[in-house]
């Protein structure tokens, strides 16, 4: 399973629906989403600042995270993004992986 991280503004139709229903309720609805794709919430944060929501989360693979995406933001309650996260074993890997890189030069 492949770990994320979301983070979402609520539009102003998003934000009347979480002062309706309660952060509890939209929670629920959250973990029921992914947990409908095959992946499990580790956590559900509310906050003010630059976003409204963070969700930490593992789903099945990319494919899936982007269908979560896709009908979460088409749905028009939240702007929100999923950030893929990386364990430290995998950038372990990756900065052993030969990489060959020319950068420009002026």
Do not use: H, S, W
């Not at 963070?54 to 929100?80: F, M, Q, S």
């Not at 372990?92 to 420009?104: F, G, I, S």
């Amino acid at each position: 399973m492949a770990k994320f991280l979301v983070t979402a503004i609520y539009t102003v139709p998003g934000m009347a629906g979480l002062a309706k229903d309660g952060g509890t309720a939209r929670a629920e609805v959250i973990e029921a989403l992914i947990e409908n794709a095959g992946g499990q919430v580790e956590a559900v944060y509310y906050a003010f600042g630059q976003f409204d929501l963070y969700v930490l989360c593992e789903v099945p693979d990319n494919v899936t995270a982007a269908a979560l995406g896709i009908a979460v933001r088409a749905a028009g309650g939240v702007d929100a993004r999923i950030v893929p996260l990386l364990t430290t074993a995998e950038i372990d890997a990756a900065v052993r992986l030969p990489v060959t890189y020319q950068p420009p030069t002026p």
